[in-house]
């Protein structure tokens, strides 16, 4: 009998062109898929997950669900299809859910880490991991321009203009960043109910100009007032961005919350 899986997955997105099966490179959604055709000796099975991420993008917490075709006890699933999937590829979770179940239409949020190395020369074990950023920078101006980015607002001056989403209204409810002394990395959190096409990537590059003095924090203000992608920062590079967890319930926001206070 047919049953409905859920699996957190985790992988280093370096060689990949993304999670979504594109006609230019291997995807993180292919492999999956192929390593589940095998285990299931032929049969085709597709994934569906929480939302695509980019090419050099990795995630520590993407969500999938497929339909297997047989009942198999979660952890070996999870073994089997481990053992079929590259190493820079990771079932972390598997569970049972109930056929309703969707990883992207049932998510009530997402959070979103990007890592900045902050060494005066670049770390060479950090390369496909974090943008590199040697340079002075204020973080209190930071701060307040993370500020101005939470809330409910049109974030159409911060994404792609590759984007087929027509509303573009998203509610962003954590902005922050801290600094990891050990790593010597600026790491931003960005938590919202979703993120548009490079969203995260354009509030990075973005942010970091008025960090390094090259724009005022109510640069902010002018671009939700712009609706212009154009007038944005750069889009900051996949490889420093992380897709930290999903999330399926409101809870999290008590958390935010309780954080805040």
Not at 80 to 104: G, K, T, W
Not at 147 to 165: A, Y
Not at 212 to 233: C, H, M, S, W
């Amino acid at each position: 009998m047919a049953q409905r899986y859920k699996c957190i997955i985790q992988y280093d997105g370096t060689r990949y062109v993304g999670y979504q099966i594109q006609k230019n490179g291997i995807s993180v959604q292919e492999v999956i898929q192929k390593a589940l055709k095998k285990m299931f000796k032929g049969q085709v099975i597709l994934i569906e997950a929480s939302g695509r991420t980019d090419s050099g993008v990795h995630a520590l917490g993407q969500v999938i669900h497929f339909e297997c075709p047989v009942d198999i006890e979660p952890v070996h699933l999870q073994r089997a299809l481990n053992s079929l999937l590259p190493s820079d590829i990771s079932i972390v979770q598997a569970e049972r859910v109930s056929d309703d179940f969707h990883s992207r239409f049932l998510a009530k949020g997402k959070k979103y880490m990007y890592r900045v190395d902050l060494n005066l020369f670049a770390d060479p074990f950090k390369r496909q991991y974090t943008l590199h950023h040697p340079y002075r920078m204020n973080l209190d101006k930071l701060q307040q321009a993370l500020d101005k980015l939470v809330g409910k607002h049109d974030f159409t001056s911060f994404c792609s203009t590759k984007t087929i989403k027509e509303d573009k209204v998203r509610t962003v409810y954590e902005a922050k960043f801290e600094i990891d002394e050990a790593q010597n990395e600026l790491v931003f959190t960005f938590v919202g109910n979703g993120f548009l096409y490079n969203m995260v990537r354009i509030f990075v590059g973005t942010c970091l100009q008025i960090a390094d003095g090259l724009k005022e924090p109510e640069e902010i203000d002018r671009l939700f007032a712009v609706n212009d992608r154009n007038e944005a920062g750069p889009t900051a590079d996949g490889k420093g961005l992380y897709l930290v967890e999903v999330y399926y319930d409101e809870q999290f926001l008590e958390e935010i919350k309780q954080a805040k206070n």
